[in-house]
């Protein structure tokens, strides 16, 4: 029985005493070293000590630049071997491992892995980086406080108000702001979201030059927008700053006002003097543009090419003395509204592309004739158009369907032609059925043309009769 206890005493010292031994080994030995399951910047550090692992860590790719963000967009760089920086893991390893507990190593087994982020001890030279510091371009370029001024310029896009004291660097937060970014290891630094920037006070001569600018800016700003078809033109503070009147003849263009002393002409109620001239000039500006009867025009023909047709009676044609009149009063009101100018004759459709997609194109280089509805061409047949022998040529031009008459007789010197379907487009010239005609198209009109009319087969002519309306737009050329 005794030997049994002995042998069984022994068995126990084993069971126990092993992994005593085993724990007690491990404890020793992370005494001074990283316990079990521990990462530091993504370094592996189990069983490492302080020293290995800051020699690691300084072997990770340097902290090179400080790229410091300016307001607009532009950007400087500080680069950390011009300063002499310096860094070292040492002393916030070592209060990573004064947490350790090495004889509770066994925690980190049953627990996920420890990682953990530290940030090393970093040093510059002080005198160097207060050179790198007064080098870098937006330091050089900072003035004294009373050299930054308030005016008001006239640019390409009216009067522009420059504040050069709002958003003035403070030196002494910046310089500090830049050494608290370095020593994080900052890639990146916003020197305006972190306040380095503020604004300085001002007088009474600055403020009253700030005032004169929002009457000016009020003045400027138009509400008045104009619409022809798709396109719309709004009146910009380029257009209306020239609608100033200067006082005492002097130049309203001045190119800085530094004083709050007003150069404008003012009426009894202290408002801005508008230029009426100048206001009337715009709106005949407006119709320059957008009067289309007898303009210039670019049309794509249907046999490919573009071709430019000048004169005619179809088009645009805007009431310039209505418009200026309507103008004049809408801006003194301070009107803010969309505005679909007066015409004195109306096309189909407004703007410079005032043709559409439904029209009818006359190639008399082709002799040919096509009618195009909603952008479809629905009817083409060949045409005989004006003698040129005889000098009838017809004439190119956009015009447009004025009238439509059935079984009328046509008169003109030696002739007299009853037609069943006739539709004038400019004058005595129209299109009509000529069942006289055997053949259309070729080159009869060279020798044999019309008097000047778009002569079309009759079965043609009448499908074309039916389906077009008055007003329709006639686009004629070679």
Not at 260 to 286: H, I, M, Q, Y
């Amino acid at each position: 029985m005794k030997h049994k206890i002995q042998k069984l005493l022994r068995i126990a010292d084993i069971v126990i005493g092993i992994p005593a031994a085993l724990y007690i080994g491990l404890s020793v030995y992370y005494m001074g070293r990283f316990s079990y399951g521990t990462w530091i910047n993504g370094i592996y550090c189990t069983g490492k000590s302080v020293w290995t692992v800051n020699t690691e860590l300084l072997a990770q790719p340097e902290y090179e630049t400080l790229t410091l963000l300016l307001p607009g967009g532009e950007r400087e760089n500080v680069r950390m071997e011009d300063i002499g920086l310096e860094q070292s893991y040492e002393k916030p390893l070592l209060a990573l491992f004064a947490e350790q507990n090495p004889w509770k190593w066994y925690e980190n087994v049953r627990a996920p892995a420890s990682r953990r982020e530290i940030i090393p001890e970093r040093s510059f030279d002080e005198k160097r980086f207060e050179q790198v510091f007064s080098d870098l371009s937006f330091v050089k370029e900072r003035k004294t406080d009373d050299a930054y001024r308030v005016f008001i310029r006239k640019t390409a896009n009216g009067y522009e108000l420059v504040n050069e004291r709002e958003r003035v660097l403070d030196p002494e937060k910046c310089r500090e702001t830049i050494k608290e970014a370095m020593l994080r290891g900052d890639q990146v630094c916003d020197l305006a979201a972190e306040g380095c920037y503020h604004d300085l006070p001002l007088d009474e001569e600055m403020q009253s030059v700030i005032d004169l600018w929002r009457r000016i800016d009020a003045f400027q700003t138009c509400g008045v927008r104009y619409r022809f078809g798709k396109e719309e033109v709004r009146l910009t503070p380029d257009i209306v700053c020239d609608w100033l009147v200067a006082q005492n003849d002097t130049s309203s263009d001045e190119d800085v006002l530094t004083t709050g002393e007003n150069p404008f002409l003012v009426d009894e109620n202290g408002e801005f003097t508008v230029d009426r001239e100048k206001l009337e000039a715009f709106v005949d500006s407006l119709a320059d543009r957008y009067d289309t009867v007898g303009a210039e025009r670019a049309f794509h023909a249907t046999r490919g090419d573009t071709v430019t047709i000048t004169g005619g009676t179809y088009g645009n044609r805007i009431d310039r003395k209505a418009e200026k009149e309507y103008l004049y009063q809408a801006f003194c009101e301070r009107r803010t509204e969309v505005r679909d100018p007066v015409y004195l004759q109306e096309a189909r459709q407004k703007g410079r592309d005032d043709i559409g997609d439904t029209y009818i194109e006359i190639d008399m280089g082709e002799q040919h004739l096509y009618y195009y509805e909603d952008g479809k061409c629905v009817l083409d047949t060949p045409v005989v158009t004006g003698d040129m022998l005889r000098r009838r040529d017809t004439p190119p031009m956009v015009c447009y369907v004025y009238a439509k008459q059935r079984n009328r007789t046509l008169r003109g010197p030696g002739y007299a032609s009853f037609v069943k379907y006739w539709m004038p487009v400019k004058g005595g010239i129209g299109i009509h059925d000529a069942r006289w005609r055997d053949e259309f198209g070729g080159e009869i009109y060279k020798t044999k043309g019309s008097h000047g009319c778009i002569n079309t087969p009759e079965e043609a002519m009448a499908q074309l009769y039916e389906r077009v309306e008055i007003g329709t737009p006639v686009v004629m050329f070679y």
